[in-house]
């Protein structure tokens, strides 16, 4: 079975400062997606990016943008010139490729992030 | 319009009883989740269904049941509910094909209480 970890629970930036969220997964398939996804005060689930393990090059959505490092099973998301508006909490998650999975998410545990004005 | 809603949005209930969470959508995905969120666990997955007859259980279905009644609907229900399923809830959809295939799309939540 797949697992996601994310190691911080909590970050804070200041605003229009650069910061980096941390996830990891362990998995044993070679094709999957993994995501972004920002959870403000409202609870409504945003997907912010997403990773196609099959690509090398790392994904970029404006302000935010990945490091994915396949061997090391590493999924990183950066957000530059942070906002007041990115305050969230943040989850990483894992979907294999595979039709048996039926396209089912594996998450992490979130990290709570602040951005100080 | 949103196009995965649930009802309600906020439940309060107490031990013992029967509850049903219910997911619509207007997307006319075939796939539909229920995941449920505790704080420090992330999102786990309760039922996830492929079509109507097709319902398969997640990480953590034991307590809990599904009905798809339609391609737009698919219910949970608690048939006993306790206080340690108290946390939030979220449907979801996604489809197995076309441009966004490997995207979920999330309904808005139910917060339930179990006292």
């Known amino acids: 079975a797949q697992t996601v970890t994310q190691s911080q629970p909590e970050m804070s930036v200041q605003e229009a400062e650069t910061v980096t969220l941390s996830c990891t997964y362990d998995?044993?398939?070679?094709?999957?997606?993994l995501f972004w996804y920002k959870q403000p005060p409202s609870r409504q689930m945003i997907l912010v990016i997403r990773?196609?393990?099959?690509?090398?090059q790392n994904a970029t959505e404006n302000r935010f943008s990945v490091n994915f490092q396949k061997a090391a099973k590493s999924f990183s998301l950066k957000i530059s010139d942070s906002q007041l508006g990115d305050a969230a909490m943040y989850f990483c998650?894992?979907?294999?490729?595979?039709?048996?999975?039926?396209?089912?998410?594996?998450f992490g545990e979130g990290t709570q992030l602040t951005v100080n004005p | 319009d949103a196009d995965v809603t649930q009802t309600p949005r906020n439940r309060i209930t107490k031990t013992g009883k029967r509850i049903m969470l219910e997911c619509s959508q207007t997307k006319g995905h075939d796939r539909m989740y229920w995941y449920r969120q505790d704080p420090g666990l992330g999102l786990r997955l309760i039922y996830y269904s492929f079509d109507v007859k097709d319902i398969n259980k997640g990480e953590i279905s034991d307590g809990y049941s599904v009905s798809r009644q339609a391609q737009a609907k698919f219910s949970l229900s608690l048939e006993s509910a306790i206080p340690n399923q108290t946390a939030l809830y979220f449907c979801?959809?996604?489809?197995?094909?076309?441009?966004?295939?490997?995207?979920?799309?999330f309904g808005p939540g139910t917060r339930l209480t179990v006292l």
């Open positions: 998650a894992y979907r294999s490729a595979g039709e048996t999975s039926g396209s089912r998410l594996t």
């Open positions: 979801a959809t996604s489809e197995p094909r076309g441009p966004k295939y490997n995207e979920q799309f």
């Open positions: 990773q196609e393990a099959y690509k090398q």
């Open positions: 998995t044993s398939e070679s094709d999957y997606y």
